[in-house]
């Protein structure tokens, strides 16, 4: 069966670590991957996006990788801030047409001060 | 200048009733669509609209209705609530259809509780 696992529901790190969110997915072949970002009572937020033939891609203090062999993704926060505490989405982008992104159930990052 | 708007922000009805939630986009965007995030946080689609065209429809029951009266505004309407309706539903807008692709933009959400 298709799965999409985020294997974290929570994460606690301290402030001024790197924080690293794990998404998995079985039986999907994306063409991209997207991250995003969910604070309490609102809609996710974009972050970043990386291609299938792309090994990293950074954004500020933001690192995403995508291994296709493994079928995984890494979402790095450096440096975090208790501002990033949240919860982070991935979502499989199969570029296929009327095909829908498929999100993973998040993972709910903690930064304490 | 809020870029996708929902309203109402919550909504609690009973069991039974019909309801609407509305969704309006300002991006100038082609494509909008309706997600249920539930209990376990998962958010699944349920339907994306593109130029006014339903082009996905996932296996919603058929008391959910969208309308898309323009490529601005996309409608939810829930017929004879059933306690499981109970999540928060996000509308989004993006400016090329699924499987182009595009990042999407969500609104606030409408959280609807059935009793």
């Known amino acids: 069966s298709q799965k999409i696992e985020q294997n974290s529901e929570a994460l606690n790190i301290q402030e001024g670590k790197t924080a690293t969110l794990t998404c998995n997915y079985t039986?999907?072949?994306?063409?991209?991957l997207q991250w995003y970002r969910q604070d309490p009572g609102r809609g996710p937020v974009f972050l970043l996006l990386?291609?299938?033939?792309?090994k990293e891609k950074r954004k500020e203090r933001l690192k995403v990788t995508f291994d296709t062999t493994l079928k995984q993704s890494l979402f790095h926060i450096t440096a975090s801030q208790p501002a990033d505490s949240a919860t982070y989405l991935c979502?499989?982008?199969?570029?296929?047409?009327?095909?829908?992104?498929?999100f993973g159930k998040g993972t709910t990052l903690s930064v304490s001060s | 200048d809020t870029a996708v708007s929902q309203t109402p922000k919550y909504l609690v009805t009973q069991m039974g009733n019909d309801k609407s939630i509305k969704c309006e986009q300002n991006?100038?965007?082609?494509?909008m669509y309706w997600y249920k995030q539930d209990s376990k946080k998962f958010l699944k689609i349920m339907f994306s609209?593109?130029?006014?065209?339903?082009?996905i429809n996932e296996t919603v029951p058929n008391r959910f209705s969208p309308k898309s009266p323009d490529k601005a505004h996309l409608n939810l309407h829930i017929n004879s609530l059933e306690l499981g309706d109970s999540a928060v539903y996000f509308c989004?807008?993006?400016?090329?259809?699924?499987?182009?692709?595009?990042?999407?933009?969500f609104g606030p959400g409408t959280r609807l509780t059935v009793l």
């Open positions: 989004a807008s993006s400016q090329n259809p699924p499987g182009v692709l595009d990042t999407q933009y």
């Open positions: 609209y593109n130029n006014k065209e339903l082009i």
């Open positions: 979502a499989l982008d199969m570029h296929q047409a009327g095909t829908a992104l498929i």
């Open positions: 990386i291609r299938e033939n792309e």
């Open positions: 991006l100038g965007h082609d494509t």
């Open positions: 039986n999907y072949s994306p063409a991209y």
